[in-house]
Nanobody, 122 residues
Framework: QVQLVESGGGLVQAGGSLRLSCAPSGRTFSRRIMGWFRRAPGKEREFVAAIYWRGDSIYYADSVKGRFTVSRDNAKNTLYLQMNSLKPEDTAVYYC???????????????WGQGTQVTVSS
């Protein structure tokens, strides 16, 4: 069974940094678009960032542009999200996903992880 497993979440103060990782098990996703989404309490899931399989096309939500960096290491079959200058409004469960389009729409992704909690205190 294919799974995506996120790690690296936690509690951090505003202005701090965290790095999330996502590693699939059961198959390789080296040729897939990989994305990060998040769901804040009481809100809909929203797009954060996506990266083409070669890493040469990247798409960010305006809310994280300049603060977050998505990257991937296909040799390690791992996706990363470096989050800097974190704000309380970044508090959410963060999910990685695999799809076939460099898209902000969650319907364009067909494999999802269980999520990792990120909490930013003020």
């Amino acid at each position: 069974q294919v799974q995506l497993v996120e790690s690296g979440g936690g509690l951090v103060q505003a202005g701090g940094s965290l790095r999330l990782s996502c590693a699939p098990s059961g198959r390789t996703f080296s040729r897939r678009i990989m994305g990060w989404f998040r769901r804040a309490p009481g809100k809909e899931r929203e797009f954060v960032a996506a990266i083409y399989w070669r890493g040469d096309s990247i798409y960010y939500a305006d809310s994280v542009k300049g603060r977050f960096t998505v990257s991937r290491d296909n040799a390690k079959n791992t996706l990363y999200l470096q989050m800097n200058s974190l704000k309380p409004e970044d508090t959410a469960v963060y999910y990685c996903a695999a799809g076939n389009l460099l898209s902000p729409k969650d319907s364009d992704y067909d494999y999802w992880g269980q999520g990792t909690q990120v909490t930013v205190s003020s």
